[in-house]
């Protein structure tokens, strides 16, 4: 964090994994009460926070203007993590709209929240395959 007087805010917390697969609504919650939202936004992994326990949407919906960043990463349907994993199966991740992640739900939270910035993640084992159908399927979704 830049704590040079009149500066602008420079920091995004992004919980390590490992913290917020545990419980991804009280770890944020926690960050959340503990800093100044003028100096401090979230940069919420949807896999993650899923796979943590939370329903994405809302974990974004409880931090208004705190989340100008997010990465779109869907979870295979069906697929239940350990709690306190920090790794997850090959292929685990799918394609945007193929998985269990309610992705128009998170977007219109996402965009009442603020959200700048969106990465699509592919981790999978065939990300050529996975990213135009997530493109696809991100430029058909009605908001």
Same mark, same amino acid.
């Not at 490992?18 to 979230?42: E, G, M, Q, W, Y």
């Not at 869907?74 to 992640?101: F, H, I, R, T, Y």
């Not at 309610?102 to 219109?108: G, H, S, V, W």
């Given at each position: 964090? $830049?704590?040079?007087? $009149? @500066?602008?805010?420079?920091?995004?917390?992004?919980?390590?994994?490992?913290?917020?697969?545990?419980?991804?609504?009280?770890?944020?919650?926690?960050?959340?009460?503990?800093?100044?939202?003028?100096?401090?936004?979230?940069?919420?992994?949807?896999?993650?926070?899923?796979?943590?326990?939370?329903?994405?949407?809302?974990?974004?919906?409880?931090?208004?203007?705190?989340?100008?960043?997010?990465?779109?990463?869907?979870?295979?349907?069906?697929?239940?993590? &350990?709690?306190?994993?920090?790794?997850?199966?090959?292929?685990?991740?799918?394609?945007?709209?193929?998985?269990?992640?309610?992705?128009?739900?998170?977007?219109?939270?996402?965009?009442?929240?603020?959200?700048?910035?969106?990465?699509?993640?592919?981790? @999978?084992?065939? &990300?050529?395959?996975?990213? &135009?159908?997530?493109?696809?399927?991100?430029? @058909?979704?009605?908001?």
């Amino acid at each position: 964090m $830049n704590s040079a007087p $009149n @500066s602008a805010p420079a920091t995004v917390a992004r919980p390590p994994t490992t913290i917020a697969a545990r419980n991804a609504n009280d770890t944020v919650s926690v960050l959340a009460k503990s800093t100044d939202p003028a100096l401090v936004a979230f940069e919420i992994d949807l896999f993650w926070a899923k796979a943590g326990g939370a329903d994405p949407a809302k974990l974004i919906a409880s931090l208004p203007g705190r989340v100008p960043l997010m990465h779109i990463k869907d979870m295979q349907k069906g697929l239940a993590l &350990p709690a306190g994993s920090s790794g997850a199966p090959k292929d685990s991740d799918v394609a945007a709209g193929q998985g269990q992640l309610d992705l128009p739900a998170i977007f219109k939270a996402a965009m009442k929240s603020g959200m700048e910035i969106y990465y699509i993640e592919d981790e @999978s084992t065939k &990300p050529w395959e996975q990213i &135009p159908a997530t493109l696809q399927y991100l430029s @058909s979704m009605k908001l």
